[in-house]
Nanobody, 125 residues
Framework: QVQLVESGGGLVQTGDSLRLSCAAS????????MGWFRRGPEKEREFVAS????????DYADSVKGRFTISRDNAKNTVYLQMNSLKPEDTAVYFC??????????????????WGQGTQVTVSS
């Protein structure tokens, strides 16, 4: 099983940007779709974005389209989430995830094989 460690969270103001990183270890993630989920205060965990194993396909939640960008660097075994124009409603713990199956193109409605421990993002108004 791959181990995932997120970093880059923090406290920012409305309109600011943050870039989250997810470093994988244990085995390569190059054959897996990768994604980001989040759980806001008193909310269920929700899908944010995913990127296919080849890096050619991406999916985003409607709430983050046009503001967030997911990318991957398979040579570094790392996935990123660039978050721009942050809003207070983006406040959440953000989790990195790897697909259960190999050669997958999305994590949207697909089983997750590995989760990170999460990183807190807080956006003040």
């Amino acid at each position: 099983q791959v181990q995932l460690v997120e970093s880059g969270g923090g406290l920012v103001q409305t309109g600011d940007s943050l870039r989250l990183s997810c470093a994988a270890s244990g085995r390569t993630i190059s054959r897996h779709a990768m994604g980001w989920f989040r759980r806001g205060p008193e909310k269920e965990r929700e899908f944010v974005a995913s990127i296919g194993w080849r890096g050619l396909t991406t999916d985003y939640a409607d709430s983050v389209k046009g503001r967030f960008t997911i990318s991957r660097d398979n040579a570094k075994n790392t996935v990123y989430l660039q978050m721009n124009s942050l809003k207070p409603e983006d406040t959440a713990v953000y989790f990195c995830a790897a697909s259960f199956q190999e050669f997958t193109y999305t994590l949207l409605s697909k089983p997750v094989g590995s989760w990170g421990q999460g990183t807190q993002v807080t956006v003040s108004s």
